[in-house]
C-alpha cells in the first residue's frame, strides 16, 4: 500500500513569508495526489489535487503544489502567506485503481500577523 | 446544497459500551469513507464501502464495523469501546465520476473512559 511522508511537523512563519511545505509518497504505480487543509475547528477541505498533465497545479487561495515524478514528491507552495493561512496541511495519495486513500500526519503552519 | 453531515459531534462514553456514528451525505457518492485522526498520525483509514451493501476494512479496522444498506448512511459501530478508540473520526464520500476527491464531514469528537 501507498505512504505519504510530510517532513515539517510545525511551521512557524511571519505574514508575507513564502511557504513550502515537504510531501513524498512510496506507491509504485500511477498515483492521485491531493492537499487538504484544516482550518481550527472545521473539517477537512480540498486545496488542489493532482491526476494528470501539467505536474505544476494550482489551487485556491493562491496556493500551487508540483508533482515531481522521479523524486516522489507533491510539494505544497504559496508566495505570500496571511494569517488566515493558520490552519493544518495534509499531503495524500490514492492508487490510481484503489480508493484506499494514504494520509500524511500533517504539518501545522502557525502565520504570525 | 449537498452536504456530508455526522453526528453526535461530540461524544463521551465508557470502556466496554458499544457506540455507533452516523453519517449521512446527500450527494449521492457511492463511495464513502470513515477516518480516525490522531496528533502525529494525520487521518487513517478505518472503513470504507463502494456502494449499498459492500464494505471493506482499511489500515486500522480492529474494533469497528460499518454496514451500508441505503446510499446515503454509512453508521460506524465501536463494539467494544476502548481508551484506544479516543479520537476525532471523519466521514467522507466521494464519486469517481469526479475524480475521486473526497469530501469531508465536520467529524464526531469521541472520548472513551
Known amino acids: 500500500a501507498q505512504s505519504v511522508s510530510q517532513h515539517n511537523h510545525h511551521v512557524i512563519l511571519s505574514e508575507a513569508a513564502s511557504l513550502e511545505l515537504g510531501c513524498n509518497y512510496s506507491y509504485g504505480g500511477t498515483v492521485n495526489l491531493f492537499w487538504y487543509v484544516q482550518y481550527p475547528g472545521q473539517h477537512l477541505q480540498l486545496l488542489l489535487k493532482y491526476f494528470s498533465g501539467d505536474p505544476l497545479v494550482k489551487g485556491i487561495k493562491g496556493f500551487e503544489a508540483e508533482f515531481i515524478k522521479s523524486k516522489f514528491s507533491f510539494n505544497l507552495r504559496k508566495p505570500s502567506v496571511q494569517w488566515s493561512d493558520t490552519a493544518e496541511y495534509f499531503c495524500a495519495v490514492k492508487g490510481y485503481n484503489n480508493n484506499d486513500m494514504r494520509f500524511g500526519a500533517g504539518t501545522r503552519l502557525t502565520v504570525k500577523p | 446544497d449537498a452536504e456530508i453531515t455526522q453526528s453526535p459531534r461530540h461524544k463521551i462514553t465508557e470502556t466496554g459500551r458499544q457506540v455507533t456514528l452516523a453519517c449521512h451525505q446527500t450527494w449521492n457518492h457511492n463511495n464513502m469513507f470513515w477516518y480516525r485522526q490522531d496528533l502525529g498520525h494525520g487521518l487513517r483509514l478505518i472503513h470504507y464501502?463502494?456502494?449499498?451493501?459492500?464494505?471493506n476494512k482499511g489500515e486500522v479496522s480492529d474494533g469497528y464495523s460499518v454496514s451500508r444498506s441505503n446510499t446515503e448512511d454509512l453508521p460506524l459501530t465501536l463494539e467494544s469501546a476502548a481508551s484506544s478508540q479516543t479520537s476525532v473520526y471523519f466521514c467522507?464520500?466521494?464519486?469517481?465520476?469526479?475524480?475521486?476527491?473526497?469530501?469531508f464531514g465536520p467529524g464526531t469528537r469521541l472520548t472513551v473512559l
Open positions: 464501502s463502494y456502494g449499498v451493501q459492500d464494505t
Open positions: 467522507a464520500s466521494s464519486d469517481p465520476e469526479g475524480a475521486d476527491t473526497q469530501y
